[in-house]
């Protein structure tokens, strides 16, 4: 089995979902079973226990997951170290929300490319809620986030930065929020939500502890949907200061004044703390923190 394969059977060891591996990778099922079966055939043992429900590892599997994440970093760290020079080379893969590209982004980069300038950045963006999944799936290198309430062990955070998480309603739509005296009434005020994340934890625990069943219009992806939902008139929501005064649709937006306050985002660098060791990473880190 070559580096390729090996990077495709890591990723569906974390995941245990063909489909979400195949569009991670950019492979079609087909290929991506094919290649698994040619593993497996290779090894000799099945890899994966797959039923119509669920997919989980063998022992086998378990077995080659750890070579594979062995294999895959010592191949990393080699490469470094032929290729290592006064001048860095190569690229990182980054992964940020739309609104971190152009919020936070601009200007760690550009002190990167003063720094290492024959180093290229992928970047991908997309709903920050997939961002740790995401590094931690080896899909990227680098992730700009919200840092979790309990980070996950073997990672490394560094803040940049603070945003209010703020309850947001339509200019043009002030009959959306309903009022029971001088309190919203939340069982009949539609709330917008999304789906996953940092954000949508908070908002749970904030209206679990005032023994609160919100009236949930819609769940979305991403805090740029909630605010194009929210300035729709289709209900309230809740998103990062940072999204919303970067957003052009901020002037159809009025934010609410709600106590108690959610706790707000601390914004910054995540990476995986052994990809310290790779050279570019370290710049890049190094970087990041420099003002």
């Known amino acids: 089995m070559d580096m390729e394969e ?44 797959r039923d119509n429900r669920s997919v989980r590892l063998t022992k086998a599997g378990e077995a080659l997951k750890q070579y594979a994440e062995e294999t895959i970093e ?31 982004l601009p200007a760690i ?17 997309g709903d920050a809620a997939q961002g ?18 309990k980070p996950p062990a073997g990672l490394e955070f560094m803040q940049l930065t603070e ?12 009959e959306i929020v309903v009022y029971d005296g001088k309190e919203i009434d939340w069982r009949k ?20 502890a005032k023994k609160i069943l919100p009236n949930i219009y819609a769940q979305v992806a991403g805090n740029e949907a909630i605010i194009a939902m929210v300035s729709l ?9 940072l999204v919303l005064e ?6 159809q937006i009025m934010v609410l004044d709600i106590s108690p306050q959610l706790a707000p985002f601390s914004l910054g660098v995540c990476i995986v703390k052994k990809n310290l060791r790779n050279p570019k990473i370290l710049a890049f880190w190094e970087v990041a923190g420099s003002r």
């Open 109 to 125: 980069l550009s002190r990167f490319r003063k720094t290492c300038p024959e180093v290229q950045i992928k970047l991908q963006t």
């Open 132 to 149: 740790l999944a995401r590094l931690r799936n080896g899909e990227v290198e680098v992730i700009i986030d919200a840092l979790p309430d």
């Open 163 to 174: 945003t209010p998480l703020v309850f947001i309603a339509p200019l043009d739509f002030p």
């Open 233 to 241: 008139g289709c209900g309230v929501g809740v998103v990062p200061r």
């Open 6 to 49: 090996l990077k495709l059977f890591r990723h569906l060891a974390e995941s245990l979902h063909f489909g979400k591996t195949s569009r991670a990778c950019h492979v079609t099922p087909s290929a991506l079973t094919r290649t698994i079966q040619r593993i497996e055939a290779e090894v000799g043992e099945l890899l994966f226990d």
């Open 74 to 104: 010592r191949w990393k760290e080699l490469k470094e170290g032929i290729a290592s020079s006064a001048t860095l080379h190569g690229d990182i893969s980054l992964y940020c929300s739309v609104t971190a590209a152009y919020g936070i």
């Open 189 to 208: 005020t539609p709330v917008i939500v999304a789906e996953q994340g940092l954000g949508r934890e908070r908002l749970d625990r904030w209206f679990a």
């Open 246 to 251: 970067k957003s052009p649709l901020q002037k």
